[in-house]
Antibody
């Protein structure tokens, strides 16, 4: 059974750095073809893809946010971590992690975690 | 980056209707196109992958077609549980992108 769960602060102040952790089970990120992505959704708005890390530790970032994002994995702990620097109120959103398989679709998602950026 | 444009942005329909949602890519993406359904307060759910393959457990009233730049999601006979927001997403580029969504509402 595949599960993913996001964790991190619910509230951050402007200019702070956000660190989110995706803890997963039911698959291994060391398996060829496996990837984990972060995706966010501001309230009432569309999904926005942020970053992806694959089984080979290759990393890919949204063009518009790449200077602020870092994605990493700890295969032994079954975790993927996303950091986003210089947080702003416009970054208020529900942040999801999701698994991507060789079918190159996001087939399993976490329940999401709402992050509010406010002073 | 590859831009994904969905139409319409919103749609009103009745139970039993046949509904089609369109997604257009800014460049050819072959068949690397996926469709998701999202209900309020919930994570998106994968419906269709690789443009036309039905994800396990998804009802057969959902179907997808297209290749290159133009794709469609069709619901053959709307059920009450189908009223939701639908998103397309491309996986041709390593920089994945989503469409802006289509909200399907009850008429």
């Amino acid at each position: 059974q595949v599960t993913l769960r996001e964790s991190g602060p619910a509230l951050v102040k402007p200019t702070q750095t956000l660190t989110l952790t995706c803890t997963f089970s039911g698959f291994s990120l060391s398996t060829s073809g496996m990837c984990v992505s972060w995706i966010r959704q501001p309230p009432g708005k569309a999904l926005e893809w942020l970053a992806l890390i694959d089984w080979d530790d290759d990393k890919y970032y949204s063009t518009s946010l790449k200077t602020r994002l870092t994605i990493s994995k700890d295969t032994s702990k079954n975790q993927v971590v996303l950091t986003m620097t210089n947080m702003d109120p416009v970054d208020t959103a529900t942040y999801y992690c999701a698994r991507m398989t060789p079918t190159v679709a996001f087939d399993y998602w976490g329940q999401g975690t709402l992050v509010t950026v406010s002073s | 980056d590859i831009q994904m444009t969905q139409s319409p942005s919103s749609l009103s329909a009745s139970v039993g209707d046949r509904v089609t949602i369109t997604c257009r890519a800014s460049q050819s993406i072959s068949s690397y196109l996926n469709w998701y359904q999202q209900k309020p307060g919930k994570a998106p759910k994968l419906l269709i992958y690789a443009a036309s393959s039905l994800q396990s457990g998804v009802p057969s009233r959902f179907s997808g077609s297209g290749s290159g730049t133009d794709f469609t999601l069709t619901i053959s006979s709307l059920q009450p549980e189908d009223f939701a927001t639908y998103y397309c997403q491309q996986s041709y580029s390593t920089l994945r992108t989503f469409g802006q969504g289509t909200k399907l509402e009850i008429k």
